[in-house]
């Protein structure tokens, strides 16, 4: 009885030990990464077309190293997904459209879903901050950046999920 009681305190010790070394690495690493970003630059785009009566929706979401495209109708229980890498120099065309430091003056509309209307949404994010814009190609002065986002895109997805 004496020996599995010694290798228990023994375990229970080393685990009291090991568990706050094992966490204190972990945030280390995840430090060390966060300060090697430029706050101002992009690190994600996704855009939606989600709405009317059937439940449509198109979601492409783009970072610097891959596209994910998924698309279907809720009503009908359809989905099809397609995923691809890019290349650093395909990200820097897709976001080459979009100003940062603009991106705070874009104004979002109303939604149409509550009238089975589709409604558009852009996100953008960087390290600083997440833009979100819903419908906002009604800002006819500050959309032409994402419109253009939006057709640049399309030269680089399947035909089905534009």
């Known amino acids: 009885m004496m020996p599995a009681l010694k290798n228990t305190s023994l375990k229970l010790l080393l685990s009291i030990f090991l568990l706050p070394a094992f966490f204190s690495c972990d945030k280390k690493k995840d430090s060390s990464r966060s300060p090697h970003k430029n706050p101002n630059e992009i690190t994600f785009i996704s855009v939606s077309d989600i709405g009317g009566d059937q439940g449509d929706y198109k979601i492409i979401k783009v970072t610097k190293d891959s596209i994910h495209a998924e698309m279907g109708i809720t009503a009908r229980q359809t ?13 820097e065309y897709l976001i080459s459209s979009i100003n940062v430091k603009d991106l ?6 109303p939604s149409k879903q509550s009238v ?4 558009e949404t852009f996100q953008i994010r960087t390290p600083k901050k997440a833009h979100i814009y819903v419908n906002s190609y009604a800002d006819t002065i500050h959309y032409k950046q994402l419109k253009q986002f939006k057709e640049q895109l399309t030269l680089i997805i399947p035909k089905e999920y534009r």
Request: net charge negative; no cysteine; proline share 0%.
């Open 116 to 119: 089975d209307g589709i409604d």
């Open 104 to 109: 705070d003056e874009i104004q979002s509309s």
């Open 79 to 91: 989905h099809k997904e397609w995923d691809s890498v890019i290349s650093a120099h395909t990200w």
